[in-house]
Each structure stands twice: as structure tokens, then as C-alpha cells.
């Protein structure tokens, strides 16, 4: 766990471009994923406040072969891509999950109602309590925390940005 504010001058000073150059590999962007980490760091801040954080990373992927047989029980062969979503999170000690991913309203998520909800079934909301009851059914320890969410993975195109997302809750946990 990282201070923000000093998280955010290291950015700045390019003291994580060779882990920003690990993870996005092409170092034409390093710049833009230097301000896209400031930016979310900022928005974080704003909507909760400046402390210790973490940050979360989980890619969109795409198929290389055997395009979505995953959803008929086959074979499929991925690859991550380097599109993302980020997560600034801090821990919290309630029982609470808060998150904000990009420009939507708060969700808030008590961990002690997991149970399914036909009314939530297709939801954002339903996705979240979905990845933390399978967490908890395999005796994983959640607990609470609060986070903003971004990601550059682009919404439709088949680059699996549901899963990305799916995927940042479970890193995060």
C-alpha cells in the first residue's frame, strides 16, 4: 500500500515506467497510461479521499481461436491484450463493498447479502455479488473495501470487457 499523493509524483516522475512498460509493453503509451493512472488516482480521491491505496489491473482479452466455444463448454485459445481496467482500491474495515467504475453511480454491496436477486439479473450489481458469493462458496476471505474503476477496454468489440471486470473484483479480493 502506497500514500496517493506520493503514488501520483512518482507517476509523474516516471519512477513505475518500467512496470507501466511491463504490463502495456508498448512505450509509445507510457504516456498515456501515466495520466490515465494520475487521472484515476485523482478521481479517487475526489470521490472518497487521499490515503493509502492499492492499484489493480486486469486485461481484456481476445480469441485467438475457437472464438466463444468457451460458452458452449469447448476449446478456445486467448490472449490478454493490453487494454485494461484499473482499480484504485483501499481496503475498508466493514463489511462494505463501495465501487465506482467510470462515470456511474455508486454501488454499494453488503457482504452479508450475497444472495442471488432476479430483480438485479443482468446488472452490474448482479455481476459484483455473483464474483463474491463464487469467492466465498470456495472459502476465499472477502472483506471491504472501496474502489474506482476505468477501463480502456473497449465495450463490445468481443475483447471481453465483462470478463476484464469480472476479473479486477476477483484481483482485488
Known amino acids: 500500500m502506497t500514500d496517493s499523493q506520493i ?6 516522475n516516471h519512477q513505475h515506467d518500467d512496470l507501466l512498460t511491463d504490463i502495456y509493453v508498448d512505450t509509445n503509451k507510457l504516456e498515456y497510461q501515466r495520466n490515465r ?13 487521499p490515503g493509502t491505496i492499492e ?10 481461436g475457437g472464438n466463444h466455444t468457451d460458452h458452449q463448454h ?17 481496503k475498508t474495515d ?22 442471488k436477486n432476479e430483480k438485479e439479473e443482468g446488472t452490474t450489481l448482479s455481476i459484483i455479488k455473483g464474483v463474491l458469493a463464487g469467492m ?3 472459502d476465499y476471505n472477502i472483506g471491504g473495501f ?10 463490445g468489440a468481443g475483447l471481453s470487457s465483462s470478463a476484464a471486470f469480472e ?5 482485488i479480493l
Do not use: C, H, W
Open 7 to 12: 503514488l501520483m509524483n512518482q507517476i509523474q
Open 37 to 49: 493512472y494520475i487521472s484515476a488516482i485523482r478521481t479517487y480521491e475526489e470521490i472518497f479521499e
Open 55 to 64: 492499484i489493480y489491473s486486469a486485461p481484456g482479452r481476445s480469441e485467438i
Open 74 to 90: 469447448g476449446e478456445v485459445l486467448a490472449a490478454s491484450i493490453n487494454q485494461d481496467v484499473i482499480a484504485i482500491v483501499k
Open 94 to 115: 466493514d463489511n462494505l463493498l463501495r465501487i465506482v467504475s467510470d462515470n456511474q453511480p455508486m454501488i454499494t454491496i453488503d457482504l452479508s447479502n450475497l444472495e
Open 136 to 138: 466465498k462458496n470456495q
Open 146 to 155: 472501496q474502489a474506482y474503476l476505468t477501463s480502456d477496454v473497449l465495450i
Open 167 to 171: 476479473t479486477i473484483i476477483g484481483t
